[in-house]
């Protein structure tokens, strides 16, 4: 049976419509072509059938077929039926067919296949369907909902963005310095010698704290009643003002007449916080009292006890639970009365080699016998392993009873490695250190060290963020720049100057200086502003400047020579030719052809620094491009 003939008979059975799948592939079939050969028909075009035509034969001679001589010349199988398999392609595609019902006196019939590329035909509403929801009132008030929901939401969040740039805290300008780092320190005698007349002069100086020791005997007694009516009075002669009292501590050792003492000599349990041996006549080793050429050792009836110090004074180990208890107590007493900071003293002897070995000879000490102290290098009973921890957790005793109070040290560390904690990366145990001998390098009139390295090299040793105590006490005495240079120059650098009132640099420099002082302490580029160090035609400077900051910033020259030195940093470190004086010593003008005036602005290619002076100038930073 032919297409046709199949047409019209389905045609005959349901003239109205009828669906298809188009999964049969239309072949014709033709019984004389050889089985060899396969034929393949394609659909060019279709023509409106003959408005006469007689039968349905007739009127398929209006549809032109191309007989394919090659299945896969041209791909029209693969544009009807899909890429893939002849299965998949039968499977994929499910589209309708439609006849239609046409002419019945002739029969013919119209044949809808559906959507033959594939694409699904646009079934959107028709603007005829849209317009009777256009006045509908539920439809009406749902865009009016929509419209001023979206309206109230956009200025809920125009409202919410003000709001939140209004009550945004603004960027918080960096926390001013403690107080124990803004200003300067007056250092004192002891405790039992202070007036009420220290207030003054600690008042020249500006001070922030006044430092007070207390003698070793009394470290461990604070709470005898006239140990502490003693340091009552202190911090009484000091109410009135802002200085704060800090006290130096001997805590590393205790007299025989000490509570401690007596108790390890009652109970052997007691003896751990002293380095006691049991031994038989012979000494422990061969270590040797500071500074004298006889044993440390004491003999106590079978055993022995350290004593490194005076006769009658025994080593405590500063790491035992009994010391730090008794040595903690004495630190929060201290605080209860008012004292706000501490400086310990003998810090290095604090630990010994639990091994109790014998000292090594030195070799630097020719000339020394062998029954003195400097004839050893004294490894084994200074700077210990973990010293910086044991500091630091009385550190942690102090800041647990007053955030504002300090530990620090009264003595040059000498070895900064030993103070570092064992597991913080580099930091210190202490507040505060004091180490090298930059202050006294600087007042030296004889030295031929290069100032810019030593003073890197200091700040290097203690980790290039830590404050340091610039011991006014250590300038000679017969130093040839004055006082007021010296005091200047090491002011303005990180750290805190502790001037002792009995020093050349509190007699010899005039309060105004101090007062001066004071004020570039305060200032934003000081305290938190990086330092810079420079060097040239053997004068020495650094700057104190703000990164990102409106502060001006500080440049600070010394000349330590004898004679004047023209300055010339400006070429080689990107600073501005021209800066305003701010302050300079008070012999800056003294000899000098071309008096300098405050506040006014000096080329620095011209300026020659007069010698063993100081000046100050403030500038505006050059913006690197």
């Known amino acids: 049976m032919n297409l046709f003939s199949r047409l019209k008979h389905i045609g005959t059975a349901n003239k109205s419509s009828g669906t298809l799948p188009v999964t049969v592939a239309v072949v014709a079939q033709n019984q004389e072509a050889s089985l060899e050969s396969a034929e393949v028909y394609k659909v060019i075009k279709e023509e409106k059938l003959p408005a006469h035509s007689q039968n349905i034969e007739q009127a398929a001679l209006s549809v032109e077929m191309v007989k394919e001589e090659n299945f896969a010349a041209d791909g029209a199988d693969e544009e009807m039926l899909g890429a893939g398999t002849a299965d998949e392609k039968l499977t994929e595609r499910r589209d309708e067919v439609k006849f239609i019902k046409g002419d019945q006196q002739n029969g013919d019939a119209k ?64 926390e001013p310095l403690p107080w124990y780092k803004r200003g300067l320190h007056a250092k004192f005698g002891s405790v039992a010698d202070a007036k009420p007349q220290d207030l003054q002069a600690a008042q020249k100086l500006f001070a922030s704290g006044a430092i007070y020791e207390l003698p070793a005997a009394q470290t461990y007694d604070v709470k005898k009643a006239d140990v502490e009516a003693q340091i009552k009075q202190l911090v009484d ?58 044993s440390a050792w004491i003999k106590q009836e079978n055993s022995y006890v350290l004593s490194q110090f005076e006769e009658g004074n025994y080593d405590l180990k500063m790491n035992s639970t009994l010391v730090r208890k008794e040595f903690g ?50 490894t084994q009973t200074t700077f210990q392993n973990g010293l910086g921890d044991v500091l630091y957790d009385y550190l942690g005793m102090v800041k647990n009873v007053s955030a504002d109070a300090f530990l620090s040290v009264a003595e040059d560390i000498i070895r900064p490695e030993a103070y570092v904690l064992s597991q913080s990366g580099g930091a210190l145990g202490i507040d505060l250190p004091m180490y090298g001998e930059f202050v006294r390098t600087l007042s030296s009139s004889k030295t031929n060290k290069k100032l810019q390295q030593q003073l890197q090299q200091t700040l290097m040793d203690t980790g290039n963020t830590s404050w340091l105590q610039w011991n006014f006490g250590d300038v000679y005495v017969d130093t040839t720049s004055h006082p007021s240079a010296l005091a200047l120059f090491m002011s303005l650098l990180p750290g805190v100057p502790v001037v002792p009132v009995d020093s050349i640099e509190y007699v010899n420099v005039k309060e105004e200086t101090y007062s001066q002082i004071q004020q570039m302490r305060l200032s934003p580029s000081y305290m938190h502003g990086e330092l810079n160090i420079f060097e040239a035609n053997q004068l020495i400077a650094y700057s104190r400047q703000r990164i990102k900051s409106g502060s001006p910033g500080y440049f600070v020259i010394f000349n330590p020579t004898d004679s004047p030195q023209l300055s010339n940093f400006t070429a080689a470190n990107n600073l501005p030719e021209k800066m305003t004086v701010s302050y300079f010593s008070e012999n800056f003008n003294d000899g000098n052809a071309t008096n300098i005036l405050y506040s006014s602005k000096v080329d620095l290619n011209e300026l020659k620094v007069s010698p063993h002076s100081t000046i100050v100038f403030t500038y505006v930073p050059v913006k690197s491009e």
Not at 138 to 143: D, G
Not at 332 to 358: I, S
């Open 111 to 174: 044949i809808d296949i559906g959507n033959l590329n594939g694409k699904p035909a646009f079934t959107g509403m028709s603007k005829e369907e849209l317009m009777k929801y256009a006045n509908d009132p539920f439809w009406v008030r749902l865009r009016w909902v929509f419209f001023v929901s979206f309206w109230v939401i956009w200025v809920g969040m125009l409202v919410g963005a003000i709001m939140i740039i209004i009550g945004a805290p603004k960027c918080a300008a960096p």
């Open 237 to 294: 002669f000091y109410k009135s003002s802002d200085v704060k009292i800090v006290l130096d501590l001997t805590p590393n050792y205790v007299t025989n007449n000490s509570q401690l003492f007596i108790d390890a000599l009652a109970n052997a349990d007691s003896r751990a916080a002293f380095v006691w041996v049991d031994a038989g006549s012979e000494l422990p080793n061969n270590w040797k009292k500071v500074g004298g050429n006889s």
């Open 329 to 378: 107590d004495v630190l929060r007493h201290l605080l209860g009365l008012g004292v706000h900071g501490f400086r310990l003293k003998n810090t290095k002897f604090y630990l010994v080699n639990d091994n109790l070995a014998d000292e090594e000879i030195s070799h630097t000490t020719t000339q020394l016998n062998m029954v003195d102290y400097g004839f050893y290098t004294h």
